[in-house]
């Protein structure tokens, strides 16, 4: 049986972490260009959006490629929650001079369906990775049905074996320290979240597929553990912000490299379910968790104009500012030096 690398036609067991609004095309390229595997956030992405950066993909590299897209279920709007959360909110808004009556109720990110399916199948992408569990199931018999290798996040024992049942041909065990959205999807209860070098090899024993680990890993001895643990591959985030490959903003750039990513926190004040960052004023002053935020993805629109307001000033007290618990490996160079350490221990 073919391993997960041979499988990929990949030269290093290095994944880029696709991580929505703050990469596209330019870092996937480079990261395949370096022989790892670039991935694609498609989550915030329009059918069209994702037919040009898959465009720019395949004109720069014959490299393999993993879409990632969301699967959640788009939640009914909840005008009562909502009305709790601009309540929250509303000292922030009078501060900025802002209008809470101009907020909508809905917005965000789209789930996976068939118009998105549309795209990718003209492109035959080698890789599809979902967060959330997985689609429907004609979805990903569609996807299944051109070739692609179909990879899921698994936060806990008890989701890795759904998405092996459920069809997936490799599961990312993310552990806790990883940075952005967690991709719990059984659970709510963040008590069942564990570190890597905890969860990793549960899973490993738990499950019959290959298996990547996810979180704190940002150099060569974090992916030799992995390894050493039984992981096939590891997926690597935040330790490729600060490239210039990056579309993170200079203001989540100048977070990364500051004493400030030392401390981080899950919330789900920006978007409505958990997700790491670097504690921003918002998190500080509201807490990271609030019942008021309401369900995802509908908790964005009302945080966008306080972001635009704060940013505006050089401020990202009310910014997403995702990162994982290990931003020592940030710098400001390009992505192929990145791979190439992280790979220093496969190569000796």
Known sequence: MKTLLQRLDLDLPILQAPMAGAQGSELATAVSRAGGLGALPCAMLSPAAMEEELDAFRAGTAGPINVNVFCHAPPAPDPERQA????????????FDLDLEAVPAGAGRRPFDHAACDVLESFRPEVVSFHFGLPAAE?????????????????TVEEARWLEAHGADAVIAQGLEAGGHRGLFLTEDLTTQMGTLALLPQVREAVDV???????????????????????????????????????????????MSEAARHTALTNLYSGRPARGIVTRLMRELGPIS????????????????????????????SPLWAGQNASRCREVPACEVVRDLALGLLR
């Open 84 to 95: 709790r959360w601009l309540e929250a909110l509303a000292p922030w808004y009078a501060e």
């Open 139 to 155: 979805l990903l018999a569609r996807v299944k049905a051109w070739g692609a290798t179909v990879l899921s996040t698994a936060t």
């Open 210 to 256: 290959p298996v990547i680990a996810a979180g704190g890993i940002a150099d060569a001895r974090g992916v030799t553990a992995a390894l050493a643990l039984g992981a096939e591959a590891v997926q690597v985030g935040t330790a490729f912000l600060c490239c210039p490959e990056s579309r993170a903003s200079a203001i989540h750039r100048r977070a990364l």
């Open 291 to 318: 019942d008021a935020a309401p369900a995802f993805p509908l908790a964005t629109a009302a945080i966008a104009p306080l972001r635009a307001a704060a940013e505006a000033q050089g401020s990202g007290d009310f």
